[in-house]
């Protein structure tokens, strides 16, 4: 009778054939799968959860790692999280990569159709805003109302600012002809410098020191006008002084000159908005 009862209380040994012989049965295999894919969902929960406590690139390592891994439920989810998060540091490269992923991975996903959202922004960023549109045009046909609702958001975006970009190139182009017209017309009086240039560069050079106590962007601006404005005075005024007639043309001609080339500097510091903002409310 101690015999049997230290038995009941006793597990009993599994050989390790026996053991092998339960992990082959299909049950086990599957049972097991579903849990390592369960632990899996839970370590990219937490991951998200706690992106804030670490620095990004080894959240996206570590998610990186879980989907390479394997399957769990949110593994689409989990790819478009990195492209996109991707996107926002800046990486647009590694952005690209992880969409294309997705898309090999998870083509009937909803995430699949929520990257082209981000496939159109990587392409804004870089002003490439014919790509942007057709981008934005895929994700209109989204089966998602929310994706479809945010592609024409973007679309209203994005062809505004290549309504803008294309007024940079006209303005850009109209003011290197003008330039050139001048240039023809007044290279040999090209040295000494014209009077207006005298008078003017004092001027300009105050206004490139005083443009380093301001922003980077309107810096940039600025410095873009004060070399410009220096090389159109020099042109302009060895043309006044090659040719006088036509002194209403001429100074006409270097307005729109002048006009061209502060929307360019402007564009190309993306201060477009800015300017048109404080114009509808007013400064500060």
Known sequence: MILALFLTLVPAQVSPHDAVAA??????????QDGAA?????RFVELLRTYPDRPPAQTFREVAALVDEGPFEEHDRAEYWIGNARLVSGDRAGAR?????????????VWTERSWLGMGDAAAF????????????????????AVRELSQIDVKQAR??????RLAWLGGALSLLIAVVFFVQGFRRLWPLPAETRIVLPVLAVLAVLSTRIDPAPRTAVLTLVLGGAALSVLSGARLAAARRNRFLHACLGLVCLAGLGFVAVYRAD????????????PE
């Open 23 to 32: 992990a082959s049965r299909p049950g086990a295999a599957v049972s097991t």
């Open 97 to 109: 990569a992880w969409f294309a992923r997705l898309w090999r991975d998870h083509p009937d996903s």
């Open 160 to 165: 505004v600012l290549q309504r803008r970009q």
């Open 38 to 42: 369960a632990s899996r969902q839970e």
């Open 126 to 145: 870089e002003r490439d805003y014919g790509a942007a549109l057709q981008w934005y045009g895929h994700a209109a046909r989204s089966r998602d109302a």
């Open 271 to 282: 201060l477009v908005g800015m300017l048109l903002e404080t114009f509808r409310t007013g």
